[in-house]
């Protein structure tokens, strides 16, 4: 409609009753005609007329595609049955600018098609006069915005995920500096001690402070391979080194390591597993899981007892950690297995907020599954299932 404000819209033939025109003196009026006709047929935009009671008197080929009426349904109906209830004061206030003589642009709104669907659109609308200039209808095109909004709706939700991935990976800054600046402390504290010791005459103290310092090592080192490993995760890295392994017996060395530190959290570990059961798997990934979950149990499981499990069917192994200490509320326990994600405050639990996405990556690459069922404060079973299908499945 372009251009064609000082005289009525053209209409498509089937579009009703054709408008009062003002004519233009153009050299062949009636070949004009023909060609603005065409240009409103084969508009993809809804193209429609109304008189000033709102009901339609042009509809082309754009407004039945958009709308799903045809020309010989709607024409001579309201207008407001485009309309959903919510909406039908658009009417009155457009029809009170046209009135007016104003134009409507780009007002976006909804609108309800014949199946019943709301869809967004634009609506440019603008005054239709007689050839003494008497305002006589309105002539809207109205454009399907669904895409653009739904495209609208898609650059926001991943703008937000973006902030949100930026707040996370900030927070793991911090946790992550926390987490090593305590061991590098306490070291420096230690090889302080030691050398005191030394000096003052006095080894075998100083070979305590000395077992002390490699334990703070150790979780230095525990640390940057939990760092390395989500490089290696993510650059795809994690495959797999199959040998034969008998989770049984794994289970039970995980155990031993364990002890000690289960101890001086207070909690008693106790295993129930058959005497092997062996298959194909990657010996020190899967060491790599079990550690991870019972250092978990121990850290959460507030010095109760601590159980874990190894079983195996025709089909699968499953081993599983059983503690009965904080618990996970049932929002959080999808959350736990992303990455970052922790479930408690920093200043109460240390933690990267990776051991259970790389339990999650591992289990995952051998085929496997994990989940969690737990009750806050009744304490949390995390149960990994490995598909079984070594051709010497053995359970003994
Ligand atoms: P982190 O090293 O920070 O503990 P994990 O990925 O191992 O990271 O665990 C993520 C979060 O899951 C923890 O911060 C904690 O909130 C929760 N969680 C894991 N294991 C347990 C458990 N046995 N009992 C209660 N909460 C747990």
């Known amino acids: 409609m372009k251009g064609s404000s000082d005289r009525p819209p053209r209409t498509s033939g089937r579009a009703g009753p054709a408008p009062t025109s003002r004519v233009q003196h153009f050299s ?17 935009d809804a193209i429609i007329s109304k008189n000033l009671d709102g009901i339609i008197t042009s509809w082309n080929a754009g407004a039945e595609r958009t709308f799903g009426y045809t020309a010989e349904e709607i024409v001579g109906q309201p207008i407001s049955r485009l309309m959903p209830p919510e909406h039908r004061n658009d009417m009155a206030n457009i029809l009170g600018r046209i009135e007016r003589g104003e134009r409507v642009e780009h007002f976006e709104t909804v609108r309800v098609t014949k199946s019943g669907k709301t869809i967004p659109v634009s609506l440019s609308v603008s005054p239709i006069r007689d050839g003494t200039g008497r305002i006589i209808g309105a002539a809207k095109i109205a454009r399907d915005i669904s895409e653009q909004k739904a495209h609208q709706a898609e650059r926001e939700r991943l703008f937000r995920e973006a902030e949100e991935a930026a707040k996370v990976r900030e927070e793991f800054l911090s946790v992550a500096g926390h987490e090593m600046r305590t061991p590098l402390t306490s070291l420096q504290f230690l090889l302080h001690t030691i050398q005191k010791r030394f000096e003052s005459g006095q080894p075998e103290r100083a070979v305590e402070g000395l077992v002390r310092a490699r334990a703070q090592l150790q979780r230095l080192s525990d640390l940057t391979e939990e760092l390395l490993d989500v490089t290696r995760i993510v650059a795809g890295r994690l495959t797999p080194e199959l040998e034969e392994v008998d989770l049984a017996e794994l289970a039970r060395d995980v155990e031993e390591q364990q002890r000690e530190s289960a101890a ?19 010996r020190s990934r899967l060491e790599q899981v079990m550690t991870n979950l019972l250092s978990n149990a121990v850290k959460f499981g507030g010095g109760k007892p601590i159980t874990i499990r190894v079983e195996a069917d025709t089909a699968w192994a499953t081993l599983t ?31 990267l907020g990776l051991g ?3 339990t999650h990556q591992i289990v995952a690459a051998h085929g496997g599954r994990i989940r969690v069922e737990s009750d806050p404060g009744q304490g949390s079973t995390f149960r990994v299932e490995l598909p079984w299908t070594a051709p010497r499945n053995v359970i003994a």
Not at 325 to 348: H, L, M, N, P, T
């Open 356 to 358: 259970l996405w790389i």
């Open 28 to 44: 062949n009026p009636e070949e004009e005609r023909f060609r603005l006709a065409a240009i409103v047929d084969s508009s993809e």
């Open 321 to 351: 950690v059983r503690d009965e200490g904080i618990g996970i509320s049932s929002s959080d326990q999808s959350r736990i297995f992303e990455r970052f994600e922790r479930a408690v405050s920093k200043k109460s639990y240390g933690g």
């Open 264 to 282: 001086r959290a207070g909690s008693e570990l106790c295993i129930e597993a058959p005497s092997s059961v062996i298959g194909l798997w990657d």
